[in-house]
């Protein structure tokens, strides 16, 4: 656990480039906190000069108008730091968010594998919020209640330091209180976040795949899993919310004791002449009013942590390393020649090899397919091309140089991809082709498309090129979803494509269409093909067959038949379930 000191630290230095309005906002605070004060040493005045406004040496007004002007300083002092404080926090709200968002698109594959979306989201959403939340309270009420108490106590010092040094005694008390409380209120804040980002992943799942949840019936377990969860978040809740009442009921207590020591106090005081009436008043009102503050003081514990908490999950998520990119070497457009020698991958020490002993030239131009069982290390080689894990032994080469040796930035120019679970933009047509060029060439999205045969039905479209694809392009068939990835492929027009092809089968029209804007992307590139269906491949120009992590055989369709191997057994697989 990072230490709570390290902890302000950083905070503090995002406060640092807006340190003006920060200063300015701090000062507004502590006159809120001075004004409320000096309205009790006016009670005083007021009361104390009961007998010259009686016999007429004192004007009516002046004291109606010192209560209007103290008022009026006192509302501006109020919406003046609630203002400025409302606009550090949602800058520094911005420039946290901003920077995780940076962070989470930079991190590698492997982070992702280990986190859950739903995870992550919150801390994006809920945890920055916590921590300005939580900071901005704190801060108001360390300055402005501060300031009254210190004000108050000040009061009540200047009045009779007698009756004053009754309230310290129980000070230690009360500071001690909140020590011990404290730690277990952070660690409840900490179980209870955890406990929400599980909830979210739990949803996430659940809410993602609920084809898959209602196909099993999952519904009972996934309602067992939520329930022992929400109870989970419930429970922590309600500790949390215990741990505080009980502090501040402990401390609230502590004042009472205080306060009729003083009434008692006060009176002998008064009995023996050491105090007026206007002193007597002022200083009970000083005593009673110093109990918000008190209060508001002993409680900022519970936000202290939970803001700490929360920045805690953030920085964490801030310091974890982004994608490895030390290559120097800049690359315009590569020839697309990829050879790939002695490779040996694993995605942890503890765990066997994904693949190894992998040596494969693949020349520029070349279209491979690579065949085998589901977990033969298919998925994974184009993962390595595509730098997505670094870690591995052997070399993989781009036209002769180390893939690691390019700039990462430039390298992933060199590469276009088509997956079988097409994503979609919650944007126009023309910006799901154009993906990621700020400025899309319509003469050019228009050519993709029509190469990709997607300009069809993008015609029927209401509003064309314009259309709004909805979450996920949910309006679309599996089929123009597939030709609008390869659309977008075209339109990159990288000389290494990457097919990932889809397992799932469409009707016969919609697959001629899909194979046809295939045919168009493919020429002329160095294709790697991830093959499911092998009917698909007979054409490549070299068929790898992979096994446990292994290149076992590899040639053309002709040639691999003829040699009556692994992948002669796989087609006589395929071709019975094909006909049966
Ligand atoms: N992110 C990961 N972390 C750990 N192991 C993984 C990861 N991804 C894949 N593996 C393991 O690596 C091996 C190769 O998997 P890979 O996904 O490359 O196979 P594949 O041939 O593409 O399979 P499929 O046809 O089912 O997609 C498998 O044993 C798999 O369990």
Request: glycine share 8%; proline share 2%; charged share 20%.
């Amino acid at each position: 656990m990072t230490s709570s000191g390290q902890l302000y630290l950083r905070l503090l230095r995002y406060f640092l480039p807006y340190r003006g309005i920060a200063v300015f906002t701090v000062i507004l605070m502590a006159a809120a906190g001075g004004v409320d004060a000096l309205m009790i040493k006016l009670l005083k005045e007021l009361i104390d000069r009961f007998e010259s406004l009686a016999n007429g040496s004192m004007a009516l007004w002046v004291m109606p108008a010192v209560l209007l002007a103290v008022g009026l300083t006192r509302m501006l002092t109020s919406y003046g730091y609630e203002y400025a404080s409302s606009w550090l926090s949602s800058r520094i709200t911005h420039d946290v968010r901003a920077e995780m968002y940076e962070r989470l698109l930079h991190l590698p594959v492997a982070t992702y594998d280990r986190a859950s979306v739903g995870e992550l989201l919150s801390r994006v959403t809920y945890d920055v919020n916590q921590i300005m939340e939580a900071g901005l309270q704190v801060i108001t009420v360390v300055v402005k209640d501060g300031v009254l108490a210190i004000s108050l106590l000040a009061i009540l010092l200047y009045t009779d330091w007698q009756l004053a040094m009754f309230c310290a005694l129980l000070l230690p008390g009360v500071a001690f209180s909140m020590k011990v409380v404290g730690r277990r209120q952070r660690r409840l804040s900490l179980q209870t976040q955890d406990s929400m980002g599980m909830l979210a992943r739990i949803l996430d799942e659940s809410l993602g795949g609920h084809r898959v949840v209602k196909i099993f019936n999952g519904q009972g377990y996934e309602a067992r899993r939520f329930s022992r969860t929400n109870q989970q978040v419930r429970r922590l809740t309600v500790k949390r919310a215990a741990t505080t009442a009980l502090n501040s009921g402990i401390n609230l207590f502590m004042v009472a004791i205080t306060i009729a020591l003083i009434v008692y106090f006060a009176g002998v005081r008064t009995q023996a002449g050491a105090l007026t009436a206007g002193d007597f008043v002022s200083f009970m009102g000083a005593m009673l009013l110093l109990q918000q503050p008190v209060k508001s003081l002993t409680k900022i514990n519970d936000s202290l942590h939970r803001g700490l908490a929360a920045a805690q999950t953030v920085f964490a998520l801030i310091d974890q390393p982004i994608e490895p990119d030390h290559g120097q070497h800049p690359i315009e457009r590569a020839r697309g020649d990829i050879d790939i020698r002695a490779l040996r991958f694993a995605y942890g020490a503890e765990l066997a090899p994904a693949l190894q002993d992998i040596d494969l030239h693949i020349r520029a131009g070349e279209t491979v397919a690579f065949v085998g069982q589901s977990g033969s290390g298919k998925t994974t080689l184009v993962n390595l091309i595509a730098r997505f894990y670094s870690g591995y032994d052997g070399d993989i080469l781009l036209d002769g140089t180390p893939i690691a040796d390019y700039r990462l930035h430039d390298y992933r120019q060199q590469l276009a991809m088509v997956g079988q679970d097409v994503v979609l933009f919650n944007d126009t047509v023309t910006a799901n082709i154009a993906y990621a060029d700020s400025n899309p060439d319509p003469a050019r999205v228009r050519a993709a498309a029509e190469a990709a045969f997607a300009a069809d039905f993008i015609a029927q479209l209401p509003k064309g090129y314009d259309e709004v694809l909805g979450e996920e392009g949910a309006r679309l068939s599996g089929g123009q979803r597939q030709r609008l990835a390869i659309a977008r492929a075209l339109y990159r027009d990288a000389p290494v494509l990457i097919l990932d092809e889809a397992t799932s089968a469409l009707d016969t029209e919609s697959e001629r269409m899909v194979q046809a804007a295939l045919d168009n992307l493919m020429r002329d590139r160095s294709t790697l093909v991830i093959a499911h269906r092998l009917s698909t491949i007979e054409k490549a120009d070299r068929i790898v067959v992979m096994h446990q992590g292994r290149i076992i055989e590899s040639g053309t369709h002709d040639a691999l038949m003829a040699r009556k191997g692994a992948y002669a057994a796989m087609h006589a697989v395929q071709f019975v379930e094909a006909a049966s």
